[in-house]
């Protein structure tokens, strides 16, 4: 921990986090405690909720019918996974409604739906 602090407070120093690509603007050294640190678990890993969407991908109006040309994948067209179909605090549980929804809007669009 202190040659990663070190380590990070020589890129400070030069002005260019040269390991995560930091903006220098934000390049704060660390060096005044105390410190603290805590465990943080994840309470909510993806969205669930979005742009309510048709079997094709292609996003809903209010009134339930496609808007032409607009379709909506992954978490932003996760609107039909609200419900109990779903864990919100598993983590990865909408990577494959994600992957399943891009290919799925592509071939709707290839096929002109």
Do not use: E, W
């Not at 690509?21 to 805590?38: C, N």
């Amino acid at each position: 921990m202190v040659d990663s602090v070190a380590h990070y407070n020589q890129q400070v120093a030069a002005g260019v986090d040269a390991d995560f690509g930091k903006a220098s603007a934000y390049l704060t050294p660390v060096k005044d405690g105390p410190f603290y640190a805590v465990t943080l678990g994840v309470g909510m890993a993806c969205a669930i909720g979005g742009l309510r969407i048709d079997t094709h991908n292609a996003v809903l109006n209010a009134h339930g019918y496609p808007l032409p040309g607009l379709y909506a994948i992954g978490n932003d067209a996760a609107g039909m996974l609200v419900g109990d179909t779903y864990a919100v605090t598993l983590p990865g549980s909408t990577a494959g409604f994600a992957a399943f929804s891009g290919r799925n809007a592509v071939a709707a669009i290839v096929q002109n739906k």
